[in-house]
Protein backbone atom coordinates (compact mmCIF):
# COMPACT_ATOMS: atom_id res chain seq x y z
CA UNK A 1 0.00 0.00 0.00
CA UNK A 2 1.26 3.42 -0.76
CA UNK A 3 -0.18 6.07 1.66
CA UNK A 4 1.41 9.52 2.84
CA UNK A 5 3.72 9.71 6.05
CA UNK A 6 1.57 12.66 7.05
CA UNK A 7 -1.16 14.95 5.64
CA UNK A 8 1.13 17.78 5.00
CA UNK A 9 4.67 18.32 3.56
CA UNK A 10 7.32 18.51 5.95
CA UNK A 11 7.18 21.72 7.80
CA UNK A 12 9.23 24.00 9.70
CA UNK A 13 10.57 23.28 13.22
CA UNK A 14 9.16 24.72 16.23
CA UNK A 15 10.01 28.14 17.48
CA UNK A 16 12.69 28.62 19.85
CA UNK A 17 10.18 29.87 22.13
CA UNK A 18 7.80 27.06 22.27
CA UNK A 19 9.86 23.83 21.35
CA UNK A 20 7.01 21.50 22.16
CA UNK A 21 3.74 22.83 22.05
CA UNK A 22 2.47 19.87 22.58
CA UNK A 23 -1.81 19.15 22.45
CA UNK A 24 -1.84 22.78 20.86
CA UNK A 25 0.13 22.38 17.48
CA UNK A 26 -1.55 23.14 14.94
CA UNK A 27 -0.83 22.81 10.80
CA UNK A 28 -2.37 24.27 8.01
CA UNK A 29 -3.67 21.66 5.66
CA UNK A 30 -5.65 22.79 2.73
CA UNK A 31 -5.85 26.35 3.81
CA UNK A 32 -7.31 25.32 7.18
CA UNK A 33 -5.83 25.24 10.54
CA UNK A 34 -6.11 21.42 11.72
CA UNK A 35 -4.72 19.81 15.26
CA UNK A 36 -1.04 18.00 14.69
CA UNK A 37 -1.75 14.98 16.73
CA UNK A 38 -4.57 12.95 14.39
CA UNK A 39 -1.80 13.59 11.88
CA UNK A 40 -0.17 10.66 14.05
CA UNK A 41 -2.94 8.15 12.17
CA UNK A 42 -0.55 8.14 8.93
CA UNK A 43 2.29 6.10 10.55
CA UNK A 44 0.19 4.06 12.41
CA UNK A 45 -1.53 2.81 9.45
CA UNK A 46 1.74 0.54 9.57
CA UNK A 47 2.76 0.94 12.70
CA UNK A 48 0.01 -0.49 14.84
CA UNK A 49 -0.45 -3.88 12.94
CA UNK A 50 3.52 -3.97 13.03
CA UNK A 51 3.67 -3.92 9.22
CA UNK A 52 6.85 -3.44 7.27
CA UNK A 53 7.00 0.62 5.90
CA UNK A 54 9.97 2.30 3.96
CA UNK A 55 9.86 5.99 3.93
CA UNK A 56 11.12 8.00 1.03
CA UNK A 57 11.06 11.69 -0.60
CA UNK A 58 8.61 12.10 -3.67
CA UNK A 59 8.90 15.61 -4.06
CA UNK A 60 9.48 19.14 -2.48
CA UNK A 61 7.14 22.23 -1.58
CA UNK A 62 7.87 25.09 -3.27
CA UNK A 63 9.43 26.29 0.22
CA UNK A 64 11.77 23.17 -0.36
CA UNK A 65 10.60 20.80 2.35
CA UNK A 66 10.38 17.16 1.17
CA UNK A 67 6.99 15.45 0.38
CA UNK A 68 7.31 12.08 1.73
CA UNK A 69 5.39 9.00 1.29
CA UNK A 70 5.24 5.28 2.47
CA UNK A 71 5.33 2.19 1.32
CA UNK A 72 3.98 -0.71 3.17
CA UNK A 73 4.08 -4.17 2.70
CA UNK A 74 3.04 -7.61 4.09
CA UNK A 75 4.19 -8.31 7.56
CA UNK A 76 7.75 -9.44 7.61
CA UNK A 77 8.44 -8.35 4.19
CA UNK A 78 10.72 -5.49 5.13
CA UNK A 79 12.67 -6.12 2.04
CA UNK A 80 9.97 -5.81 -0.10
CA UNK A 81 9.15 -2.24 0.88
CA UNK A 82 12.94 -1.15 0.51
CA UNK A 83 12.96 -2.50 -2.75
CA UNK A 84 9.96 -1.47 -4.05
CA UNK A 85 10.74 1.89 -3.08
CA UNK A 86 14.29 2.33 -4.59
CA UNK A 87 12.16 1.20 -7.97
CA UNK A 88 9.27 3.38 -7.83
CA UNK A 89 11.81 6.16 -7.11
CA UNK A 90 14.56 5.38 -9.65
CA UNK A 91 12.05 5.54 -12.29
CA UNK A 92 11.23 3.56 -14.91
CA UNK A 93 14.23 2.06 -17.14
CA UNK A 94 16.15 3.99 -15.15
CA UNK A 95 18.65 1.63 -13.88
CA UNK A 96 22.14 4.16 -13.12
CA UNK A 97 22.40 3.38 -9.68
CA UNK A 98 21.17 -0.10 -10.10
CA UNK A 99 22.74 -2.37 -7.21
CA UNK A 100 25.57 0.60 -6.67
CA UNK A 101 27.67 -0.52 -9.63
CA UNK A 102 26.28 2.11 -12.24
CA UNK A 103 27.47 4.99 -13.85
CA UNK A 104 25.95 8.12 -13.47
Not at 69 to 88: C, K, N, R, S
Amino acid sequence: MIAPCYATAAFAPFPESNPWPGANRTLRVNGAEVPFRPQTAWPLIAGMPHLPATAAPIGRTREGLPIGVQFIGPFLEDLTTIAFAGQVLRGPGDHRRDRGGGRP
